[in-house]
Every structure is written in structure tokens, then in C-alpha cells.
């Protein structure tokens, strides 16, 4: 029979970590508690979290839900960043582990499919969304001002033949 606290902790789990569909698995164990404080205070920043959890009641949370493969990634000392953005957590998990040698990327789970620790390592190098935004509007923009510079040049040019024809005439 479960106790008491594992039932509410494997709810808390439900309701926190369960509800995004964007996780990624570290070990952090080995980090010191201003390093796991200063990467808490980034990912808040990037409206993300950071929960150290239990495997086994880890496992029984997401054993309802589409993330319940995950279970490869929960052996040995687990935390999970888990976000909105799948691209930010994974960058910012990545980021950890190249500052620090003590941690370690197992995976993830985003967007509904399981993730390894290279294909989150290929995620994290993604621009962010504000940047590919504004690169889809440039190419979006180079042929509508390519058709407003063609449309203007006959216009341009009656409007240079005008303009010399009156210099003519005023020349006379």
C-alpha cells in the first residue's frame, strides 16, 4: 500500500511534470547548490522549471500519459527541465552540461516523441523563435519588394522621359 506522501508527490509529479509535453531528463547530482541555483534562476527567466524527482514515482506518474517510454531515462540520479518552448530547455540543459562536466543530458521528451541525448544536443542548436521569425519575414519579403521595384520602373522611367522633355522645352 503506498503511503500517504509518495500519493501525494506522485499527484504533484502529475500535475507539474506530467502536464508538459516538454521534458528534458539530466543528472545534475554532482552540481553544487549556487550552480543549481543560478540554473534555476535562467530557467525562470525562460518560463521553464526544474524538479529533481524520484524515479519510481516518476514512472508511476507518466504511466497514463504519452511520455511513459521515458523510463530509459530514469535510472540513476534524475532531474527534469521542463518548458513550454522545447528549443529553450533544450538549449538551456545543454548549456549546463558544457559549463559544467558534472552534468549529464539523457534525453527527453518533446513535442510527443522521445528524444535522445543527441537529438536534443541537434534542438538545442536551433535559433530562437524570434530570430527564425524574423529570417521567415525577410525571405518572405524579398519577392514582394522585387515586384514592387519592377511595377515602379516603367513609371520611374515615364516619369525621367517627362522630366526631360520639360528641361528641353525650358532650354528652348
Known amino acids: ?98 559549463a559544467n562536466d558534472t552534468v549529464v543530458v539523457k534525453g527527453g521528451f518533446c513535442l510527443g516523441e522521445l528524444m535522445t541525448d543527441k537529438d536534443i544536443a541537434k534542438l538545442a542548436k536551433i535559433p530562437p523563435r524570434e530570430i527564425l521569425l524574423s529570417q521567415l519575414l525577410s525571405v518572405m519579403n524579398g519577392p514582394i519588394t522585387g515586384l514592387a521595384t519592377v511595377l515602379a520602373g516603367p513609371i520611374r522611367g515615364l516619369g525621367n522621359v517627362l522630366n526631360a522633355i520639360k528641361d528641353k522645352n525650358e532650354e528652348a
Open 1 to 98: 500500500m503506498p503511503s500517504v506522501l509518495n500519493t501525494y508527490a506522485v499527484k504533484d509529479f502529475e500535475s507539474s511534470v506530467g502536464a508538459s509535453e516538454n521534458m528534458v531528463f539530466i543528472d545534475c547530482s554532482r552540481l553544487n547548490s549556487e550552480a543549481t541555483y543560478n540554473f534555476r534562476k535562467k530557467l525562470a527567466a525562460a518560463d521553464a522549471k526544474l524538479r529533481v524527482v524520484n524515479n519510481r514515482l516518476l514512472k508511476v506518474a507518466l504511466c497514463d500519459t504519452d511520455a511513459a517510454s521515458v523510463s530509459e531515462f530514469c535510472k540513476g540520479p534524475t532531474a527534469v527541465v521542463t518548458g513550454a518552448d522545447p528549443v529553450v530547455i533544450s538549449q538551456q540543459a545543454s548549456d549546463l552540461a558544457k
